[in-house]
């Protein structure tokens, strides 16, 4: 098993649905959040690219934040998630530092928080609530270890990139572009 | 439009205490107890979920609100079976569970009064506002007769207080969604095809194999089905042609971005004409069957070639060509998208007469791909006496623009100002569910016009800037803690939702419905809110409409099958359009017959003088108009507007993105708050841009007040649709002050 999500940049509008179910489904506080859009423009007017993106913790096989963690609260988890526990951190900090996607971030109560894939919601046979409310469905999500899973499929039949590859974290989360 | 994510807090003792405790692992997450016993508690959760239909924007999306079990509303999510809204819902549909849990809510009835010479609010009970409210109407109905009672409504709320009104004998009735809206194109689309486009849009870009969208901005605008059509069509590798002076979502999503000067639209949509009819690639047969006025239409768009219009566009004959080929190739699968929000300059009945004549040319009107036919449920109106007939209303108020098919908002607004000779004096005021200092433009006939009012009553969630100027406020509650009229869905298959209370009202809020039936008791007017509950009304329709209440609890949705007939023309027969002649009206006798161009003609319109950009506006896709700005989730998302501004204009004035400026109109109107600068290519530089909704001047908005600029109070020129009514707003053009104009000013 090793989940991976793909998110299709051709189709992200940026609307932040996927910012708003995470915040819902996981109680994150106001002012806090575990995903969020970016927005990239090239050229000059009228010769212009735009890119809007989803961005989260890309669980990422060679994660700096898990081997920097001074306790052992962040791990990989089945399916490579990876996964803070919260009464293991301190909240030092070490990993929101060494994140490259600055996917982290300090809770109020004080241990560090971030993207699960939702994690509660795959044990009952459900999608990441952001995968799940994409008006645009451009958010795709599975196993990638199953080669006929959708997410398996996109990556061998469209073109993707993944974010800062020169960080060699080896992500699973892909853009389809 | 990136999201603030952080905001440092000091690390405190942790606060989980609780769950940390225990010990049965049951190894989900890599032998962690910890994370298992939280996924395991979340697993176990029980949600009860409560069928609801949207009320964030117009389009009223069905979904569940999941309430917990120490009944907190948590989150809102989408009915798969809705075939209006796919079973998603948009970022403020999801936020939606902000608006009931912001805290800033309107919370009880509130009377104005004077205290030590300052008017203020002071707090009141519901009969004690309910009495005044009717009090006062009854008054007026002596003295002027109840059509002097006025309402200006939007949405849910909006139409409780019009069966109020309409039982009282008043149909002086309007809302921003027509004159500020969408009113241009219905009239347009009306004049060539016999019918409304209407809401929402019956365009089949499911299927569709070339979209065009004119200053449209799916996907900022989040309507929600045009949204997830739009990317459905992009998947099915439809080709998009945006014509936009802004880079906007869906143009970086088009193959073809025709980056328009602003204000020419017409010039290209008559030289696409050309090319169409000159190059022989319209539709022949679907013309000559369906549609007259052919002869006109030729011999008036061939003067108007690619080389005409490139020097008033600024777009190329060959890219002109090219586009007017792309959509004669996918035809009779193209739409020409009427867009939504189309009062821009005056002459946008015409601009949507063009749109029509396009759509007509390609033969995508009753076609796949290109526009359905529509149908919606009926809903069964709820035994009540028939309305007495008003001496005068809407109609008469609007009188002066002959093809106006709704209430003109700014007519009725006028009719309010002290005028001897006024046939119409309209002497109190109803605001139900919109915004209107926000919604329409001219500040000044609004302030005057009610300031000029005997009295005037606001109904609202919250305490929008149009509740200053009201003698009473009534505190609605949510959409999630009231039963409301039936949604009836026009789609290509007709659909209902229900939306049942999750929670009680918060505070002292109530529901419209409720509000309406007692003033309506205290009015003599019993006989038309028969029932001691709305959900009495809800009950009777859904059983005459072959369901139930109890079975609607379960299912929130019903989809019913279609009975008007085939989605599209059935190309053995002659389908007969509902016009006067059943043909599609090229030209039209009707508006040569009032006086106006019985084609369209393309009108140069002011260009901002040096130093001035025009001031464009749009939307941003998790707000609504203005009433979402204080939404917590929403809020969260996008806090205030900021300026866009093309890196050329930054560089001869000395602007850096962040940097905060105010804005003064042609009319010397400045703006009242500030505004960030986002220096962006997206933008020309002939126009800066905003997204509409912010600068809330109501302190009671604590997270919104005096965040960002309100455009709309710097639009006070208005270009008024001689057609129709409508007030075009894209006129006006605005220069950036980088001093604080007000530092000398105590505020």
Known sequence: ?177 | MTTSRRKFIKISALGLGAVAASTTAINMFGSNSYIDELVKQNVSKKFKRTATYCEVCFWKCAAWTYTNEDGEIKKIIGNDDDSHSYGRLCPRGTGGVGMYTDEDRLKTPLIRTTVNGEQTFRKASWDEALDLIASKFKGIKETHGAESIALIKHGAPGSHLEHLLKAFGSDTIAEPAYAQCRGPRETGFNLTFGSWVGSPEPTDIRDTKCLVLIGSHIGENMHNSQVQEMSDAIDSGATIITVDPRLSTAASKSKFWLAIKPATDIALMLSWMNVLIEEGIYDKEYINKYATGFDELKKHVSQFTPEWAYGITTIKPDVIRETARAMAHAAPAVIIHPGRHVVWYGDDSQRARAMAILNALLGSWGRRGGFYFKEAAKVPNFPAPAYPEPKWGWKEIGEKYPLAQMGITNEVMKCMLPDKDNKYPVKALMVAGTNITKAMPNKKLLEDAMDALDFMVVIDTMPMDVTGYADVVLPECTYLERYDDIRSATNREPSIAIRVPAVEPKYDSKPAWWMAKQIGERLGLGAYFNYDDFKEVIEWQLKEMGTSLEEMEKIGVKNYPRKSGPMYINEDETYHFPTDNGKIHLYSQELKDLGFDPLPNYTKHPEPPQGFYRLNYGRAPMHTFSRTANNPNLNDLKKENDLWVNPKVARIIGLKSGQEVWLKNQDDIISTFSIKVRVTERVRWDSVYMVHGFGHQNKELSRANGKGINDTELITKVFTDPIMGGTGMRGNFVAILTENPYKNTEI
């Open chain 1, 1 to 177: 098993m090793r989940y991976a999500m793909i998110i299709d940049t051709l189709k992200c509008v940026g609307c932040s649905d996927c910012v708003v179910a995470c915040q819902t489904e996981n109680d994150v506080p106001i002012g806090y959040c575990r995903d969020w859009i970016t927005e990239t423009v090239n050229g000059s007017y009228p010769n212009l690219e735009l890119e809007l993106k989803s961005e989260r913790c890309n669980h990422c096989d060679n994660a700096p934040c898990v081997r920097c963690c001074p306790t052992g609260a962040s791990y990989v988890g089945v399916g490579g998630i990876v996964l803070v526990t919260a009464n293991e951190c301190i909240g030092c900090g070490a990993c929101i530092e060494s994140c490259p996607y600055d996917a982290r971030y300090q809770h109020p109560d004080g241990y560090v928080d971030k993207c699960t894939f939702c994690h509660h919601r795959l044990e009952k046979g459900q999608l990441p609530a952001c995968v799940s409310v994409c008006p645009t469905k451009c958010m795709y999500f599975g196993d990638l270890d199953n080669p006929n899973s959708e997410v398996s499929q996109l990556l061998k039949n469209r073109k993707h990139k993944t974010l800062a590859p020169e960080a060699g974290t080896n992500p699973h989360v892909f853009y389809l572009i």
